[in-house]
């Protein structure tokens, strides 16, 4: 059976609306599920981090609270008499009872309980000495705090867990927040301390819950897993639960699971409960106990359920609906869809006259629209391709013509006139640039053309302006434009064609025409473009040949001419040799410069290295003179910490005016590292022996050690901190001083090295100048080639020194280019009566027999394309025996070559 389209259509549309309106209620509802789960997960950890937020919060309040107790006249009473009266005692209990119930105890220097306040209320099973006797036993567990707070001065706070009698009679683990605060004296000494512990209880629970509007239920921790708890959960019965709301196998498995936090669903009193776990740890980074956080999620679940059902109504509504639009849809589709097809058989028979008329504005007749266009532009792309087939033809026409020409007027000629005819231009005129670089009319054609000449546009001739803007000019009605000169009795069409020679304008055409009927088209533009792309060849190649014919007809007067000249200049030729040698000179100082450009990158790269030094330091030293200036507020407390600062200043000074040690070059003691160590940790001074070995390194160690024993002081740490900061500052500045020498002494080398030429010998020392070669070189010179030094004791000599170190340069440079990997370069000197002897031998190749004579010529070398250029030993041995009168000898095999120079002690001025 033959089914038409709008039966496919209604069909395939039917099975279309079911698939997606499926997909979309699956879809709806796992989003809506997974975005209520999602919404909740992140509601449930906010609300577990506000909780630990406050948890924090009651923590600080307790230790401010703390604080505050330790300067009250109060506990000082209450210290001295360890009794008062009951007003009083009601008065300091108010000083904390508001932070929940809990115990105010009091300890003297010795580390002993004197005093002890609770605050609370006294459960049926126990009596307050009861309580107040588990709350000191306690305090067992808390020697390290005490002794942090009589011991450093510090404030300390700890979580800790203390066993209570329920009304049960059994005991039980409660958590405490246990602050501490050191107590003082009127001169500032520690005569003790004071202890606030308050408990975490089911009163505290109940005001956290108030403030989230969520259940709180916290649990101790001490490895096991026992029914102990307190919470702001009660029961249906409105009370509290005797048994943990969260079965322990779930607190068990969060706990060895190793989180530090968690998230999951439970059902709690036939509830559902987001559930979020936080543990948090005590002073030594013990897990202490578990806070936990429910919130009731029961009708967000019925909310849940409520919306799929309704998404999944519209659904199946939207079906029904779906199955309805289908049949009419295929029925409006069907009929135009049948005469584009019509339609567009008759296109691809060839028929580009066929028109359709949409009938409506849906998709359908867009696509009829689209082939609509899509005809038209077929017709344009036709009349294009005949057009550009026109434009080719043309073109061809107007290049063969000028191609056969001969001479420059015969070519500028016959392209006006093939242009002309081919755009049909009634007047036409050629301007030429000349070897001035001026423009004028070397050709034209037709009548009243010197009016054209004289267009001007904006205060130019329009040829100028062309030639400026370097782009065609086209006016379709020239004697209206406005910001135009000398337009007025040309009412036609203007073109004004630059013509382009490598990057420069050398000429500009003009063509004009009046025919109203036939006017210039894009055609005609393109034209004109392509003919000016290649005419400048043409002129370009005509005015080199009426060079050539006008240079041949001078050319035997010019022979002749040249013949005289010829004999004149044999006359001349000894002078024209002296020039020659001097000429030869330059280049061999040109050829030293030539070697100082391909030195530079490695004397870059020598220059780096001390510039990051110095770079590095001076960031260390922002962050050290930080600390320091932080460190001096601290210290500068007192009168007696004045005193010390001003001797520590004194000791330090003097430390820094005879300091002559350069970085890294004092050798320290370990023993000495270790017992200089444990005296700074005596006195509290953290990451003691990293400290030790740093001040050992910088030499200060006796300075350091001398200040400790001089001083009994408590905040000993803080000045040796001090000390330590203004130490790492010296050494800093030390670094900045050893680079910048550093890149000092590269400096002098390059300048001494680009020096080109001496008026006068100088006395030099010799070696100085071969450092100066092995400072150029250093880069070259300090991966795999190991320089062996023999210097003998020679005084200063009479040379050419600025030169010399070009000579030393080219020989180190060849030692190590011949040293393929590893090797060794040994420098040696000596002196006799009258000469110097400095040799230069290397572990490479060596030289082959056959070219040892030939090395120091010029332009010889045995180095491979693009390496060398032969001039390196051909400056050596002119600076050597020209400039010096001395003499080099070479001796080589593979694995030694030796080059010796010779110079005397005293070089006579060259000439």
């Given at each position: 059976?033959?089914?038409?389209?709008?039966?496919?259509?209604?069909?395939?549309?039917?099975?279309?609306?079911?698939?997606?309106?499926?997909?979309?209620?699956?879809?709806?509802?796992?989003?809506?599920?997974?975005?209520?789960?999602n919404?909740?997960?992140?509601?449930?950890?906010?609300?577990?981090?506000i909780?630990?937020?406050?948890?924090?919060?009651?923590?600080?309040?307790v230790?401010?609270?703390?604080?505050?107790?330790?300067?009250?006249?109060?506990?000082?009473?209450?210290?001295?008499?360890?009794?008062?009266?009951?007003?009083?005692?009601?008065?300091?209990?108010?000083?904390?009872?508001e932070?929940?119930?809990?115990?105010l105890?009091?300890?003297?220097?010795?580390?002993?309980?004197?005093?002890?306040?609770?605050?609370?209320?006294?459960?049926?099973?126990?009596t307050?000495?009861?309580?107040?006797?588990?709350?000191?036993?306690?305090?067992?567990?808390?020697?390290?705090?005490?002794?942090?707070?009589?011991?450093?001065?510090?404030?300390?706070?700890?979580?800790v867990?203390?066993?209570?009698?329920?009304?049960?009679?059994?005991?039980a683990?409660?958590?405490?927040?246990?602050?501490?605060?050191?107590?003082?004296?009127?001169?500032?000494?520690?005569?003790?301390?004071?202890?606030?512990?308050i408990?975490?209880?089911?009163?505290?629970?109940?005001?956290?819950?108030?403030?989230?509007?969520?259940?709180?239920?916290?649990?101790?921790?001490?490895?096991?897993?026992?029914?102990?708890?307190?919470?702001?959960?009660?029961?249906?019965?409105?009370?509290?639960?005797?048994?943990?709301?969260?079965?322990?196998?779930?607190?068990?498995?969060?706990?060895?699971?190793?989180?530090?936090?968690?998230?999951?669903?439970?059902?709690?009193?036939?509830?559902?409960?987001?559930?979020?776990?936080?543990?948090?740890?005590?002073?030594?980074?013990?897990?202490?106990?578990?806070?936990?956080?429910?919130?009731d999620?029961?009708?967000?679940?019925?909310?849940?359920?409520?919306?799929?059902s309704?998404?999944?109504?519209?659904?199946?509504?939207?079906?029904?609906?779906?199955?309805?639009?289908?049949?009419?849809?295929?029925?409006?589709?069907?009929?135009?869809?049948?005469?584009?097809?019509?339609?567009?058989?008759?296109?691809?028979?060839?028929?580009?006259?066929?028109?359709?008329?949409?009938?409506?504005?849906?998709?359908?007749?867009?696509?009829?629209?689209?082939?609509?266009?899509?005809?038209?532009?077929?017709?344009?792309?036709?009349?294009?391709?005949?057009?550009?087939?026109?434009?080719?033809?043309?073109?061809?026409?107007?290049?063969?013509?000028?191609?056969?020409?001969?001479?420059?007027?015969?070519?500028?000629?016959?392209?006006?006139?093939?242009?002309?005819?081919?755009?049909?231009?009634?007047?036409?005129?050629?301007?030429?640039?000349?070897?001035d670089?001026?423009?004028?009319?070397?050709?034209?054609?037709?009548?009243?053309?010197?009016?054209?000449?004289?267009?001007?546009?904006?205060?130019?001739?329009?040829?100028?302006?062309?030639?400026?803007?370097?782009?065609?000019?086209?006016?379709?009605?020239?004697?209206?434009?406005?910001?135009?000169?000398?337009?007025?009795?040309?009412?036609?069409?203007?073109?004004?064609?630059?013509?382009l020679?490598?990057?420069?304008?050398?000429?500009?055409?003009?063509?004009?025409?009046?025919?109203?009927?036939?006017?210039?088209?894009?055609?005609?533009?393109?034209?004109?473009?392509?003919?000016?792309?290649?005419?400048?060849?043409?002129i370009?190649?005509?005015?080199?040949?009426?060079?050539?014919?006008?240079?041949?007809?001078?050319?035997?007067?010019?022979?002749?001419?040249?013949?005289?000249?010829?004999?004149?200049?044999?006359?001349?030729?000894?002078?024209?040799?002296?020039?020659?040698?001097?000429?030869?000179?330059?280049?061999?100082?040109?050829?030293?410069?030539?070697?100082?450009?391909?030195?530079?990158?490695?004397?870059?790269?020598?220059?780096?290295?001390?510039?990051?030094?110095?770079?590095?330091?001076?960031?260390?030293?922002?962050?050290?003179?930080?600390?320091?200036?932080?460190?001096?507020?601290?210290?500068?407390?007192?009168?007696?910490?004045?005193?010390?600062?001003?001797?520590?200043?004194?000791?330090?000074?003097?430390f820094?005016?005879?300091?002559?040690?350069?970085?890294?070059?004092?050798?320290?003691?370990?023993?000495?590292?270790?017992?200089?160590?444990?005296?700074?940790?005596?006195?509290?001074?953290?990451?003691?022996?990293?400290?030790?070995?740093?001040?050992?390194?910088?030499?200060?160690?006796?300075?350091?050690?001398?200040?400790?024993?001089?001083?009994?002081?408590?905040?000993?740490?803080?000045?040796?901190?001090?000390?330590?900061?203004?130490?790492?500052?010296?050494?800093?500045?030390?670094?900045?001083?050893?680079?910048?020498?550093?890149?000092?002494?590269?400096?002098?080398?390059?300048?001494?090295?680009?020096?080109?030429?001496?008026?006068?010998?100088?006395?030099?020392?010799?070696?100085d100048?071969?450092?100066?070669?092995?400072?150029?070189?250093?880069?070259?010179?300090?991966?795999?080639?190991?320089?062996?030094?023999?210097?003998?004791?020679?005084?200063?000599?009479?040379?050419?020194?600025?030169?010399?170190?070009?000579?030393?340069?080219?020989?180190?440079?060849?030692?190590?280019?011949?040293?393929?990997?590893?090797?060794?370069?040994?420098?040696?000197?000596?002196?006799?009566?009258?000469?110097?002897?400095?040799?230069?031998?290397?572990?490479?190749?060596?030289?082959?027999?056959?070219?040892?004579d030939?090395?120091?010529?010029?332009?010889?070398?045995?180095?491979?394309?693009?390496?060398?250029?032969?001039?390196?030993?051909?400056?050596?041995?002119?600076?050597?025996?020209?400039?010096?009168?001395?003499?080099i000898?070479?001796?080589?095999?593979?694995?030694?070559t030796?080059?010796?120079?010779?110079?005397?002690?005293?070089?006579?001025?060259?000439?």
């Amino acid at each position: 059976m033959k089914f038409k389209i709008r039966h496919k259509l209604t069909g395939w549309m039917i099975v279309m609306g079911l698939v997606p309106a499926f997909a979309a209620s699956v879809m709806g509802v796992r989003i809506i599920i997974n975005r209520l789960k999602n919404n909740m997960h992140i509601e449930s950890k906010k609300t577990i981090r506000i909780g630990t937020n406050l948890l924090v919060e009651h923590i600080t309040s307790v230790k401010k609270a703390t604080s505050r107790l330790a300067k009250s006249k109060l506990l000082f009473e209450f210290y001295d008499k360890n009794v008062l009266t009951y007003q009083k005692e009601r008065l300091l209990k108010k000083e904390f009872s508001e932070l929940g119930t809990g115990i105010l105890q009091v300890i003297n220097e010795k580390g002993q309980l004197t005093g002890s306040l609770y605050t609370g209320s006294i459960p049926a099973s126990t009596t307050r000495s009861e309580i107040e006797s588990q709350y000191e036993k306690s305090l067992i567990n808390s020697k390290q705090l005490i002794k942090n707070v009589t011991g450093n001065y510090a404030h300390s706070i700890d979580i800790v867990s203390i066993k209570h009698k329920k009304n049960d009679n059994k005991d039980a683990d409660w958590l405490h927040i246990r602050a501490a605060s050191p107590i003082f004296n009127e001169k500032y000494d520690v005569k003790g301390a004071v202890v606030l512990t308050i408990v975490l209880d089911k009163l505290f629970c109940q005001n956290i819950s108030t403030i989230l509007g969520s259940n709180i239920i916290i649990y101790p921790y001490h490895g096991d897993y026992n029914n102990e708890f307190v919470t702001s959960f009660k029961d249906k019965n409105d009370a509290l639960p005797t048994n943990s709301p969260v079965n322990i196998e779930i607190i068990k498995r969060f706990v060895e699971s190793g989180h530090s936090s968690q998230t999951m669903e439970v059902s709690l009193f036939d509830d559902d409960y987001a559930v979020s776990f936080r543990v948090f740890h005590n002073y030594q980074g013990k897990p202490i106990g578990i806070l936990l956080i429910a919130t009731d999620i029961t009708a967000i679940h019925e909310g849940q359920w409520e919306a799929v059902s309704m998404l999944i109504f519209i659904a199946f509504l939207a079906l029904i609906l779906v199955i309805i639009f289908a049949y009419w849809l295929s029925r409006s589709l069907s009929n135009p869809i049948v005469d584009l097809v019509s339609k567009a058989n008759r296109v691809s028979q060839g028929d580009l006259n066929v028109s359709i008329k949409p009938k409506s504005s849906d998709e359908v007749g867009e696509l009829a629209n689209a082939f609509s266009e899509m005809v038209k532009d077929l017709r344009k792309m036709q009349y294009k391709r005949t057009a550009q087939i026109s434009e080719v033809q043309t073109l061809n026409e107007i290049i063969n013509a000028i191609s056969v020409q001969i001479g420059l007027k015969n070519v500028i000629s016959q392209a006006v006139k093939s242009i002309s005819l081919a755009i049909q231009a009634e007047k036409a005129a050629f301007f030429l640039k000349d070897e001035d670089g001026n423009f004028s009319v070397f050709y034209q054609e037709g009548l009243e053309v010197q009016l054209l000449v004289k267009i001007r546009k904006e205060e130019k001739y329009l040829y100028e302006s062309v030639v400026q803007e370097g782009e065609i000019f086209y006016s379709k009605a020239l004697s209206e434009q406005d910001n135009m000169e000398g337009v007025d009795k040309f009412d036609g069409e203007l073109f004004a064609v630059p013509v382009l020679y490598q990057h420069d304008y050398i000429g500009v055409f003009y063509f004009y025409k009046r025919d109203e009927e036939d006017e210039w088209e894009e055609l005609h533009i393109r034209i004109l473009e392509r003919v000016s792309e290649n005419l400048g060849i043409y002129i370009v190649n005509a005015q080199l040949f009426e060079k050539i014919s006008r240079f041949n007809e001078k050319l035997e007067i010019m022979v002749q001419d040249r013949t005289e000249e010829l004999q004149q200049a044999n006359v001349k030729l000894e002078n024209t040799l002296s020039e020659l040698k001097e000429t030869q000179a330059q280049v061999l100082i040109g050829e030293r410069l030539a070697g100082l450009g391909s030195l530079i990158a490695g004397v870059a790269h020598e220059i780096n290295s001390p510039i990051g030094a110095i770079d590095a330091s001076i960031n260390n030293m922002q962050n050290n003179i930080k600390i320091f200036i932080d460190n001096l507020l601290i210290i500068c407390d007192s009168d007696e910490d004045i005193k010390m600062l001003t001797y520590l200043l004194t000791i330090m000074k003097n430390f820094m005016s005879e300091d002559s040690t350069e970085i890294g070059q004092y050798k320290y003691d370990r023993k000495k590292v270790k017992s200089f160590a444990k005296v700074l940790t005596d006195h509290g001074i953290r990451r003691a022996r990293n400290i030790s070995r740093k001040i050992h390194e910088m030499g200060a160690h006796k300075y350091v050690e001398d200040f400790i024993m001089s001083f009994n002081s408590p905040n000993m740490a803080a000045y040796v901190n001090f000390m330590y900061d203004l130490l790492k500052i010296h050494r800093g500045t030390k670094s900045i001083s050893t680079a910048i020498e550093s890149v000092r002494r590269i400096v002098i080398a390059l300048r001494s090295y680009s020096h080109v030429k001496q008026d006068e010998p100088e006395f030099v020392n010799i070696h100085d100048v071969i450092e100066t070669s092995l400072i150029i070189l250093a880069n070259k010179l300090k991966h795999n080639i190991e320089v062996v030094k023999d210097y003998g004791d020679i005084e200063p000599v009479k040379v050419y020194g600025d030169e010399l170190s070009q000579v030393w340069t080219n020989l180190i440079l060849n030692a190590s280019q011949a040293i393929n990997g590893k090797g060794t370069i040994e420098i040696s000197t000596r002196i006799d009566k009258n000469f110097l002897y400095v040799s230069v031998t290397d572990t490479g190749s060596g030289v082959p027999e056959e070219v040892v004579d030939k090395i120091f010529d010029a332009f010889f070398t045995t180095k491979g394309k693009g390496e060398g250029t032969g001039l390196g030993l051909g400056i050596v041995s002119r600076i050597v025996k020209d400039r010096h009168g001395g003499d080099i000898k070479v001796t080589s095999k593979p694995g030694k070559t030796t080059f010796t120079v010779i110079l005397p002690k005293i070089v006579k001025v060259s000439d």
